[in-house]
Nanobody, 120 residues
Framework: QVQLVESGGGLVQPGGSLRLSCVAS????????MRWYRQAPGKQRELVAS????????NYADSVKGRFTISRDNAKNTVYLQMNSLKPEDTAVYYC?????????????WGQGTQVTVSS
């Protein structure tokens, strides 16, 4: 079992920045790939960014490339999402996700989400 707690959301003006954090507990953090998802009102949850267990490889949705950066500190059991040049369309609830394959089963865990609102 993995417990995930996000923080760092809030209200920011267009062009501003926020850094989201997600702290994990309950299991060995560095065996999990980590992802940030977001869900805007009336829309499906979408994958924003992912990072491998060792932090070597990252991937981003086209809509955030060049503006968002995912990173992790395995010593602190924490994954981050640095969000720069924020746009109103980035407004959503952002969720942290941990996942790994155990044989043929995919174990996945979610945080409770943190609200990000980009508005003037």
């Amino acid at each position: 079992q993995v417990q995930l707690v996000e923080s760092g959301g809030g209200l920011v003006q267009p062009g501003g920045s926020l850094r989201l954090s997600c702290v994990a507990s309950g299991s060995i953090f560095n065996i999990y790939a980590m992802r940030w998802y977001r869900q805007a009102p009336g829309k499906q949850r979408e994958l924003v960014a992912s990072i491998t267990s060792g932090g070597v490889s990252t991937n981003y949705a086209d809509s955030v490339k060049g503006r968002f950066t995912i990173s992790r500190d395995n010593a602190k059991n924490t994954v981050y999402l640095q969000m720069n040049s924020l746009k109103p369309e980035d407004t959503a609830v952002y969720y942290c996700n941990a996942g790994r394959w155990v044989g043929v089963r995919f174990d996945t865990y979610w945080g409770q989400g943190t609200q990000v609102t980009v508005s003037s």
